[in-house]
């Protein structure tokens, strides 16, 4: 047998060849051991008789010793091509070469015919000699041109490419023990290999495997040419042979499988060239007249056209008319439609997918597509004929035209659902007056009836999955124990077989994010669920906050799993205007946490199956909001009794969480999270002490376990004590500043990292760190004032991800607070004090001019108003200290509210100004607003206050038919501001539909 470095020496010297030429022989007469007992078998199972038999064994040693010279005559041949070039071509010595055939590319002799030059022989313009050297300019060889743009062929790459994947397989000795099936499987890499389109610079180009006579015919769309190359294998007699174009295969991207001419043509011809050859009346008038010495040759060719029409390829079986729809060639598609032929096969479901959909449902393979889902998939079905339409759906089965509005569904194509009903109902009406029995089916078509079928799903004969909340019996409970062994799956004879059917319509709109259409379905068919027995509720999450929380209500009785998946989705994405909503929700339903006495077997204690997730679990293990984490522990503290096995069950899943990753994170952070989640379990249970001691039964040390264990988890005196100590809900800062006070106690790992949860998420390792400062510093830092101490906090934890000012406020003493605006600093100062200078100036301009000044000023002049500034300051501040406290609080609200007054003037003048610049109506005034600006027109500015206050006593007074006319003004201008403001916000909309 060959080996390895036999093979490897060949590459390399042609000598090998006589030892390979004797190894071929051995291995061939070795096989020819086993291949004639078998022969002689198999003729004693025939019962021939002692004469016949001798005939067949010798029959069979002449064909293992035709085998044996035809097998060295190919090895020797294509070996001696290659002696002295240094180069063993793997292409031709160890894969074979072909029989001599008419050039794959003809037309590169000129006498050939009139498109020699479209279609050079790229072997004769770069030899084999040039790819060895490596001195060529450009392996790009042209082979034509298609719809106006060049094509070429890089047949250096293919050739490097073919000996990369042909070498490793020759190095296989299983290959050389049986030859024949070294030459099979090396002729299937070479076709799969020859006929990817990798090589080619047109992504639809049949490969120059295929490139024969009647495919280059095909892509010029010569159909007199293609009629001659029919008819011109077939004599006077009218015999047609195995090479006539009925039976010639083809190979193209896509579509690989058996494909025939019309299969090409469909794909690359123009539209009058498959016009000519499928419709009889075309292609009649053309034999009649071209080829009347065969006789039979029209009426062959119809059959073939029939036969062509109905062939399918690929894996996805597509018929000429599926590769026209794919390609999004309407045209093409309506030509075949003319056909008798095609509309039968499509009424018939022949050429529909066996082994995927449509490429909206990637993770469903369904075996409902057909042409209609081909078209809307593609976007094609509106641009049909009406006539076209009805022959696509009218006859089409009811599963497909379902799986047809499923995809329309995904695209969010309502119009052609509508159009699609609207045909299925005029086809069952008529249906129904031939044939009364079926009178049930047919139903007038109504605009507001419901878009899409329902879709039912089954498990076994006796028991369909359920899309109503109904009241679940002692029967249905236990199918449904049956049903939950293996979710998506169905059983039979204790074999699973996966459930195959496409989602509700409720689910593809969610999932693509059509609301609008969404919103039109009505309650029953929002609810119903997928082969997973889930509602839409995930999917949902495709809306915006507001639509989500519009539709919620509808769902809040689902199933228990279906909630928590999706409040855990929800905390997963971030969707923070949903998690408090939803939670809030879903745990004060006791429903979702009673469990029935017939359901044990699939609920746990606290109400839920195992694998489903908790939100608390879910909000520490998957985000790195700690904020989070606390909202929602703080929200169970304060929930009822029937959730106390649930949130016990999700604060031990956190505990056991932080547990694992002991290993990973410091001893402060693991402490600080168990203190937070400590209100929520029981800690004198068996499962907590079994978390807890997880590292210590392992005979490793564990301080915090330890610490917890001993504090928390012993006999109390009182359940008031056991409350005060462990019940009361505690902030994560104030959890973090007790857990460093604790850790320092043994000299455990404290926190210094500024990503403080990241590595929980991502499984980042986090070693045990040194201590924050060294024992000098800390004994220094337990020294100083609460003040003092706050602010180095403040300057250490300024960067971490720990909330600092909250950590300041329950470490440190409360600031002393002083009134909003007492300080002055320097520039205010200088403004004060040159302000008032020149009396004629407007306020406006004389801020401008004094910024101006200020900014002219030296540092030295500028020195003289920063100690004004500071003995003001230090002058107003004692002042205030002299204050009794009850005074200092009201000076520092009233300061408040006069900084909220003028952040809210300066909002609403920011809010004027903007409304100015878009244009909008101003708000009319009043009837008493009137009043008052007649009052104060022409008047002081000196006797505006007092005016004002007359005006307003004088209103109150004033006689109602005096007051009418100012009401009838108010009146007349507020119509007018109405007409305006629906003009502007009609113009506003118009703008924004034509800028997106």
Known sequence: MMTEDSIDTATSSVNVFYDGRQSARNIIAQNARVLLPKAKKSARNKQIDPERERTYIEQATNRRNIDVRRTEKKLLKNLQKTQGTGDINLFEAFCGEEEEEEDIFYGSDPSQGPHCSSYPNPTSDVGSSQFRTGHVESSKTLIGYLNGKPITFDYDEMKETLQRKIKPRIKQDDHYSNPKKFEDKNAKVLSNFLTSDKFTSYHFLPQAIEAKKSVQAILRSDFLEFLDLFVGNCDLNDDFPENCLSHEVVSFHGVTQNANLLHLAAAFSTPEFVRKITVEEEFTQIFNSRYIDFIGALDYYKKTVEKWLGRSCHEDRLTPVDVAAECDRVEIVEILLMHERVRRLIASGHGSSLTRGVKCFESYRIFDTSLLSRLIENGNFAKLKPENKMQVVMKLKEGRVNYAINVA?????????????????????????????????????????????????????????????????????????????????????????????????????????????????????????????????????????????????????????????????????????????????????????????????????????????????????????IDLVQTIAHVYVHQGKFTDAMIKEDGLRCIRFIQDRADRITDQLRLAIILLVLPLVNTMSDDFRTVMEMHLNAGK????????????????????????????????????????????????????????????????????????????????????????????????????????????????????????????????????????????????????????????????????????????????????????????????????????????????????????????????????????????????????????????????????????????????????????????????????????
């Open 409 to 625: 569904a995904a695209k969010g194509d309502i119009e052609s659902v509508k159009e699609i009903r609207a045909i299925r109902a005029s086809y069952l009406a008529a249906f129904a007056d031939n044939r009364k029995d079926d009178v049930t089916d047919a139903e007038e078509y109504d605009e507001d009836a419901e878009l899409f079928p329902e879709t039912t799903y089954s498990q076994w004969s006796d028991m369909g999955l359920k899309t109503k909340f109904e009241e679940d019996t002692e029967m249905d409970l236990i199918r449904r124990e049956r049903d939950e062994k293996i979710v998506g799956y169905i059983q039979e004879n204790d074999k699973a077989y996966r459930r195959v059917s496409p989602p509700p319509a409720a689910h593809i709109l969610a999932q693509y994010g059509h609301y609008e259409q969404f919103q039109q379905l009505s309650d029953e068919r929002k609810l119903s669920v997928d082969l997973f027995r889930l509602s839409p509720l995930v999917s949902m999450l495709q809306f915006s906050d507001n639509e989500v929380l519009e539709q919620f209500r509808l769902f809040t009785n689902v199933k228990r799993e279906d909630l928590f998946f999706f409040i855990s989705e929800v905390i997963v994405k971030n969707r923070k205007g949903l998690v408090m909503p939803v939670l809030k929700v879903i745990i004060s339903n006791p429903d979702n946490f009673f469990v029935k006495p017939a359901t044990k077997k699939l609920y746990e204690h606290y109400g839920l199956p195992p694998y489903i997730p908790l939100p608390l679990e879910t909000a520490l293990s998957q985000t790195e909001n």
């Open 701 to 996: 040390s564990d301080n915090v376990a330890a610490y917890v264990l001993h504090k928390y988890s012993r006999p109390f005196e009182s359940e008031k004590e056991y409350r005060m100590l462990c019940g009361s809900k505690k902030a994560f800062c104030t959890a973090m500043s007790d857990a460093r006070e604790i850790v320092q106690l043994w000299g455990g790992t404290e926190e210094d990292t500024t990503e403080t949860l990241k590595f929980l998420s991502q499984g980042k390792y986090c070693g045990p760190v040194k201590s924050w400062m060294n024992s000098q510093l800390q004994s220094m830092f337990m020294t100083l004032s609460p003040q003092k101490k706050a602010e180095i906090m403040e300057e250490m934890f300024r960067v971490t991800s720990i909330s600092v000012r909250a950590y300041a406020k329950s470490a440190a003493a409360p600031k002393f607070q002083v009134p909003v605006g007492m300080k002055i600093n320097p520039y205010a100062m200088f403004v004060k004090e040159n302000f008032k200078k020149d009396p004629n100036t407007v306020g406006a301009t004389a801020i401008k001019d004094l910024s101006a000044q200020w900014n002219k000023l030296s540092s030295s002049d500028k020195e003289k108003y920063n100690d004004l500034s500071k003995e003001y300051n230090e002058k107003k501040l004692n002042e205030f200290k002299k204050l009794s406290a009850e005074e200092q609080e009201k000076l520092v609200a009233e300061a408040k509210v006069k900084k909220e007054e003028k952040a809210a003037r300066k909002k609403t003048k920011a809010r004027r100004e903007q409304k100015k610049l878009e244009g909008r109506p101003a708000v009319p005034p009043n009837a008493y607003a009137l009043f008052i600006k007649e009052q104060m027109t022409g008047l002081d500015k000196n006797t505006l206050s007092e005016k004002m206050k007359e005006s307003a006593a004088e209103w109150k007074t004033l006689d109602s038919s005096k007051k009418q006319k100012y009401t009838d003004e108010a009146k007349k201008l507020n119509d007018q501001y109405h007409k305006q403001m629906e003009e502007w916000e009609a113009a506003k909309k118009e703008k924004k539909e034509k800028s997106d």
